[in-house]
């Protein structure tokens, strides 16, 4: 017989751990199910910074505030405590592969001299938060199920049932999906037939120490390219929070037969251009990831299953958007209970919110044409990339990175007319192209999970 609560969480990432949290402090009777047996340790690959501090994103002005050792969210309106190690960066500078140009958003010099007033963000631990958020689940009843695998969810008009590889049978009125970018709840529920599917991202990760680098409390990112293959190959270095001589270093990109990417990144440290960075690596943990990329869910309510976080986003909602749609859900949950009702209107202040913050605040179409744009070639990224010698505005929002470079490009396209006109011809054949034709490479590698 399934054992009945009144919500069932599926995935205790930081989505999945603050819907458990604030629904277990409202007092309804709440299982978290995570198939991992270690809830904060963290083996896949995560840049942890807090995204973002410097703009709006997701609808929200959120920050980090060190007086109280908070993560700050005024507009959702909440905080999340947080008492772990943490480290400020001031710049975020993009360099071309022959490492001979860096595009510099914000100045790196100018910022630190500011001190956390002039910072960008932070690098901060995700065991430390997930700790924490774990903690206050567990203050408030809830029950968790670790190494737990949803095999089947069978959906009721009153209440649905879980069952896991491990037989576990769970019922409750309501379910929320938190299982990640690649969550089998969505895919059982059909909606990955109707999502566009844009490629597979890949990628490893090294924590180091050894390093040298020009400006080590900055993002620092090499733009590098496979060489059979010409993929883009995305280079990722900032400080860690742990210890002051140690940094993260991640490199991946799209999924293709002839890439692998921790050959790529043990190239880099130690016979690339960037190479110098490295004068006496040391590797002090690994860590890889799989990820499909698909547009976002029609609608982040199914019936009586809402999708949080990662799970319903494109390529990732951040930690930070992630706790938001974990408190949302959890609100309407304890909403609609609360009125006795059940169904998606009844927990339709989630889907509202979501298309506010979510679907309305950023078009997804925008963070994928950073991966698109290198799609034109190591040679001519190279050349336009080298036009821009500005200092460009200090932000971290990838939906607006491109257009800052764009714009500067754009303005001197008489330049580029003048010495290479045959980049106009191959801008103008780009421009033409749909974002689904300009990726189309990386869909014919890529492994949908439908």
């Known amino acids: 017989m399934a054992k009945t609560y009144d919500l069932i969480i599926v995935g205790a990432g930081p989505a999945g751990l603050m819907a458990a949290k604030a629904a277990g402090e409202s007092g309804l009777s709440v299982a978290l199910l995570e198939r991992k047996q270690s809830i904060t340790d963290i083996n896949r690959s995560c840049a942890t910074m807090f995204a973002i501090e410097d703009d709006y994103y997701f609808g929200e002005r959120m920050f980090f505030s060190e007086e109280q050792r908070r993560l700050v969210f005024p507009v959702t309106g909440f905080t999340v405590p947080y008492d772990g190690p943490y480290r400020n960066f001031y710049a975020w ?4 592969s022959d490492n001979k140009h860096c595009i510099k958003l914000g100045s790196y010099e100018a910022n630190q001299q500011k001190g956390p007033k002039g910072r960008l963000s932070v690098t901060y631990s995700k065991h430390h938060l997930l700790t924490s958020l774990l903690a206050d689940a567990g203050k408030a009843g809830v029950t968790v199920l670790t190494g737990a695998n949803v095999t089947a969810l069978l959906r009721g008009s009153e209440t649905s049932r879980i069952r896991t590889a491990e037989g576990l ?50 993002i620092n990112y090499p733009m590098l390219f496979h060489k059979k293959s010409g993929y883009p190959v995305m280079v990722w270095i900032e400080p860690s929070p742990y210890e002051e001589e140690e940094f993260w270093v991640y490199c991946g990109g799209p999924s293709h037969p002839e890439l692998n990417y921790k050959d790529e990144l043990d190239r880099l440290i130690m016979d690339s251009p960037f190479s110098s960075w490295f004068p006496r690596p040391v590797i002090r943990r690994t860590q890889a990831h799989v990820a499909n990329i698909w547009a976002p869910v029609a609608a982040p309510v199914m019936g009586n299953v809402l999708i949080a976080g990662d ?27 609360r009125n006795g009702k ?47 010698t500005e200092t460009l505005p200090c932000s971290l929002n990838p939906y607006h990175l491109l257009k800052a470079i764009n714009s500067v490009i754009m303005d001197k396209l008489g330049q580029i007319q003048k010495e290479r006109p045959d980049i106009v011809q191959t801008l103008q054949a780009v421009s033409n192209l749909s974002l689904e034709e300009q990726m189309k490479p990386l869909v014919g590698t890529g492994f949908p999970n439908r």
């Not at 500078?93 to 071309?96: K, M």
């Open 93 to 96: 500078h993009l360099y071309t």
């Open 169 to 218: 049978k769970l019922e409750a009125p309501y379910i929320i999906a938190a299982d990640g970018i690649n969550s089998r709840i969505v895919q059982q529920l059909g909606l990955n037939r109707g999502r566009r599917f844009y490629g597979t991202l890949q990628g490893i990760s090294y924590y180091m120490t050894g390093l040298n680098l020009p400006h080590p409390e900055a």
């Open 311 to 337: 799970a319903g986003w494109t390529v990732e909602a951040e930690c930070t958007g992630s706790m938001m749609c974990g408190l949302k859900a959890a609100g309407a949950v304890t909403e609609a209970l």
């Open 342 to 388: 059940r169904g998606p209107e009844a927990v339709g202040s989630y889907s509202a919110w979501w298309n506010r913050h979510f679907s309305e605040a950023q078009d997804y179409k925008e963070f994928l044409l950073l991966l698109s744009s290198a799609l034109v070639g190591q040679e001519t990224s190279l050349y336009l990339n080298k036009l821009v």
